[in-house]
Each structure stands twice: as C-alpha cells, then as structure tokens.
C-alpha cells in the first residue's frame, strides 16, 4: 500500500525519467563529443563509485559540502545552456538552485519536509543533466548494462551485508545537497539513492538511442514499475535498489541487443530518428 511519502518519492522518479527522456528529444548538451565514451571511461567511472563513499566518510564534512556544491555548478551550467542561452540567465538560475537548497538546509534543517521538497527538485534537475550528459557524449547500452551488473554486486555487499552505505546515508543526511530523493518524518521517512534513480533514468535514453523507441519506452516503464513496486512494500532499512534495477536492465539490453543486432551510435540515432534541437542543430 502507498503512502504520502512513497507517492512524493514515486512522484519524483517519475519526474527525473521522464525529465531525462524530454530532455534528450529536445535540447543538446554543449561541448558533448558524441561517440566518444570509452571503456577507459567506464572503468574511471567504477573507480570513483568505489572510492567516493570512503572519501565522503573520512573528508571534513565542510570538504564534502564543498564538493558535492562544485559538482552540481558544474552540472546545472551544462543542464542549463541550451535551455537558456544567455549565460547572465544560466547563472543566475544555478545561484538561485543553489542557494535556495543552501537556505533550505539552514532555515529549516535538513530532516525537514520544506527542505527535502527544494532538494528533490535540486536532484531532479542534477539527474536529467547528468543523465543527457552521459548519454549525449556517447554512452552505450552495454556500458550500462556492464555499469548495472557492477552495481548490482556491490550495492548487494556495501548496502545488505556492510553498513557502508547507512553509514554514509547518515553522515550526508546533514547536508545541503543530499544526494537522496525523500519524504516524511523521522518515523516515516522514505528516500531514494540519487545513483539508483540515475542509473534508472539513464537507462531509457540509452536503450532509445543504441536500439529503438520502443526499447527506450520498454526501459522507462519497467524502471518506474520496478521503483514503485519497491516503495509499495513494507521494507526495513537500508535496501539495495539495484539488485532490482541491475538485472532488469542486464536482461533488456540482451533481449534487445539479440533482437536488434549492433547498437547504434549517437549519430546513426540522430540520422534514424532526426530531430531539431531548440536553439542550435545537432552535430553532423
């Protein structure tokens, strides 16, 4: 049975997904090489995922504050650049993200649900542009069906079997810029991993672009079917997500890559399926 707090959660991936699959349709992320993401680049990925909580455990908590502040700058610019245009706009509704995630975690403490209200949708908008940013500089399927198995293993060890991730979910809890989608009071507060959702709404936009539409909107049910049968169950804890998800995604990427034979690049997509990106052409 859902709850107010598993409806706002289910809300919110709902919104991340299906911000992300808009997203790509319409806007081109700046300076994205396309076809470019390498092995290299996945194995970097994995060693950051390994190290990241460890870092964030041992590094002053105003150090980790500051980082995860510079990444989502990062993030947003690039999020916002084609939307906007004018870098005065793009600037100034990054600041205004930030510092109102920022004054939300002062004014009103981080365990409350006026700040989790402005920090799901700081996520929301961190995940779509991280999601594009992925995606649109070349990410494969079989990249993230290689990512997905990865986690699968390691959220199974770090979540079920270590404290890793509780340990780090409540060190980040104090923060601005928690990196978790949540809702409800202490005795009733339900969240979900920023990575789980990411890795779910990267998976659609992939799966559109190395297969077809209709594996892209296959990938985009099952994530949200699979999420909202999650939070409809009465679980304990900390639960590991991606035992759920990563499976999904590794059983839809070898359906689709023995159905629909070798993925397609991010130009043979745009020659498939051609579109007009609002404000500039896609790259040849």
Known sequence: MYSLSSCVVLGCSAC???GGW???RRYQVSRSPVGVFTLT????????ILLMPFLYLVLPLWLVAGLLGLSALSVFYFTWEPVLGARW???LVVLVLLAADLGAALLLGTGNNGFFAVNNVVLLILIVGIANL??????????????GAFLTIYDLLVTA?????????TRLAGLPLTPTIAWGSSSSL?????????LAAVFPLVMRKAFSRPAGITALVLALAAIGTLLALPLKGVFPVMVVLGPLIILQYLYWSKRGGRERTMWQYLQAEPLRYRGQSPNP
């Open 22 to 24: 808009g997203y790509f």
């Open 89 to 91: 706009a793009i600037w």
């Open 161 to 169: 079997h270590w404290p890793l991730m509780s340990d780090l979910f």
């Open 190 to 198: 339900l969240g979900l991993g920023g990575g789980d959702l990411l």
């Open 41 to 48: 680049d996945l194995t970097l990925m994995v060693l950051f």
């Open 134 to 147: 992925w995606v649109q500089s070349g990410m494969k399927a079989c990249d993230v069906a290689l990512l």
């Open 16 to 18: 991340a997904i299906l």
